[in-house]
């Protein structure tokens, strides 16, 4: 009788150590390991291979949709069901049909989210501008690549790119696309990694172009010259910002504001808006309105409807007797995203490497990745000209004796030795008797040959003129030129989004004369949860909620239409109204700071004050002694900027500020448990903001100030021991009764 095996020796090895045969069990492994072993392969998956864009401005799943109706010839031919490109395009990705073919949507030309659609389509693909507008099944439409595609896939076979095995070995497909132009720049993308993301605008393609020439031409070249800013689709009107734009140009981050088009019809007492920005809904704007007047905020509209139809998009919005249009925008501008804001990451892979990186610098990266690309080009047809060439010399040989040829193959016994034979006879390589070999017996004459040999000639010039551009960089710069201004001319399109110089200054004043003025009490905590509270509410309140571990941080009493100035530990400063801000109940936390006002992922909240006239100095006292005044006015814009930075000097971390209305004496405490007392007419006032300041307190290498308070804020009572004479002062040892209790400082 056979033995039973054990259950042990049945059982099938498992190499995972995360699965322990098919009995549950207990794996206790350290933090840092699993994150390793199981959460980082998948963060990396998801940020190289699914999310971010690369320098052709394509993510994998756009590339492999495009390259599959490539060769699927539908580049020029005609038009396919989309479900038969999608179930083509499973061969490369290997998701379901509504993944691929949701990709399909967004490339193409009905729904209307590039400047430049990739797939020209025919049927129902939904609109940008509609949230709840469903596209039609894969079946019922059809598709095929539009003729811009034709730059994107130029050359391709001739080694300007490299090829890479798809999922499962079986097919090959290219790691980018060679595009003849920096579709990065034109085509807009946007997506969310694992602890990143990307977004990216679309830009006009013929000023790209011109912005391309420019930069090859000079590095150096002023880019906003050139690339005046932003185009969307959708249109609208961009409101222009120099300084923010050239802060996106240059650092690959920032924002803008882009605000709808519309026309008053007097004669119809009604209002149509017929663009609106690209990153918002006509759902979304009919339920911010339905909103405003359900709470009474907006009382001119009696009615509001979406009237879009195959000529295009259209809201319309009837008025109610005496209503005052240019006012009642106004409010809209301010209130629902008919008015909104792009906000731009420019995160590229780059050699598999995430980098935000502004204009000149994806250029940059653009230029050099092209360059190569055109160098292969040249020295692939280089060496197949070289390859015909060796045959042409091949064949000349033969010409000189084609009887011998021909009497050498005909004596010949057997098929193997032809070439050896004719490789012997006329002293030719195995690659040129081959070829001489394989001639057919209608080609053996004298005019077919002599044809041939014509051609050696040409052939040698243009093998040293390739081998020419190949070593000179400037005759390739020359090449990517005269591509761009052959892209310019057949592709160029005029301007979608209007750019608008001066209306943001005017819209400001009237936002200003519209924001209802009345006192409010103000809140901040440690953590930047802010809170803005009417008088009469605070006094039904209770005590204020805060989170745990924070609490009580600053605190005034100001105006609706006062503006607060908030800083952060990467010496910037975020701009708001207070009227940007609800009101709200002392039970609540309130508004988070970082989220509300849009800063940067891991930047802190330090301290931040309120101004209604921008008069006044702010103090800035730096760990390493020194202390800096500032006139407040530095801080005012002609426009509504939202982020200010280079707001104090970067040189030490900051101990902590103060709002100076007018001069006071100050205290100014180390940690070496020192202090020095000194009046603020000492500082002069400067107008730049990233100024270091003068040095008040000389301190030893391992110390620094910790803080500092108002002389009337503090415990000590024998002020002469520590005012200071002159500055920089080292400060006196505080005795015990100056110490008193424990105070917060300014940034406490």
Known sequence: MAKKKAPEEGAKKVNNPNVMGLRPEVLEQPITETLEVNYMPYAMSVIVSRAIPEIDGFKPSHRKLLYTMYQMHLLGGARTKSANIVGQTMKLNPHGDAAIYDTMVRLSRGYGALLHPLVDSKGNFGKVY????????????????????????????????????????SMKEPALLPTTFPNVLVSANQG??????????????????????????????????????????????????????????????????????????????????????????????????????????????????????????????????????????????????????????????????????????ILDEWTAWRMDGVRRRTYFVMKKKQEKLHLLKGLKRILLDIDRAIRIIRETDEDAEVVPNLMIGFGIDDVQAEYVADIKLRNINQEYILKRIEEVAGLEDEIADLQAIVSDPGRIKQIIVSELELVKKKYAQPRRTEIVYELQAAAEAEDAQDVPDYPVHVFCSREGYFKKITPQSLRMSGEQKYKEGDGPFLQWEASNRDELLVFTDRQQCYKARLSDFDDAKASVLGDYLPTKLGMDAEETFLWACITADYSGHLLFFFQNGKAARVELSAYQTQTRRKRLTGAYCDKSPLAAAYLLQEDMEMAVYSTEGRAVIFHTACLNPKSTRSTQGVNIMTLKPKYRVEKVLPLDQTAIVNLSRYRARSLPVAGALLREEDRGEQQMTLLD
């Not at 896939?153 to 095995?165: H, S």
């Not at 689709?233 to 650092?251: F, H, K, N, S, V």
């Not at 009237?307 to 109610?320: H, P, S």
């Not at 005052?324 to 050699?351: G, H, V, W």
Request: hydrophobic share 40%; proline share 4%; with cysteine.
């Open 130 to 169: 509609s949230r709840d507008m469903a596209w039609a099944a894969s079946r019922y439409t059809e598709a095929r690549l539009d003729p811009v595609c034709g730059e994107l896939f130029r050359d391709i076979d001739q080694d300007t790119v490299d090829f890479v095995d798809n999922y499962d070995g």
């Open 192 to 361: 969310i990694a694992v602890g990143m993301a990307s977004n990216l605008c679309g830009f006009n393609l013929g000023e790209v172009c011109d912005a391309a020439v420019a930069f090859l031409n000079n590095p150096g070249t002023d880019l906003l010259g050139v690339l005046k800013a932003p185009d969307f689709p959708t249109g609208g009107a961009l409101l222009y910002d120099e300084a923010a734009l050239r802060q996106i140009y240059a650092t690959g981050r920032g924002s803008f504001q882009v605000r709808s088009k519309w026309r008053h019809l007097p004669k119809e007492n009604l209002i149509e808006i017929y663009e609106i920005p690209y990153t918002t809904t006509v759902e979304a704007i009919m339920d911010k309105v339905a909103e405003l007047i359900k709470a009474g905020k907006i009382r001119e509209i009696a009615d509001m409807r979406d009237e879009t139809d195959l000529n295009g998009l259209k809201l319309t919005i009837d008025l109610k007797r005496g209503a005052d249009p240019e006012k009642l925008m106004s409010k809209l501008f301010r209130s629902t995203s008919l008015q909104d804001s792009f906000a731009c990451n420019f995160n590229i892979l780059i050699a598999g490497m995430p980098r935000v990186m502004g204009v000149g610098e």
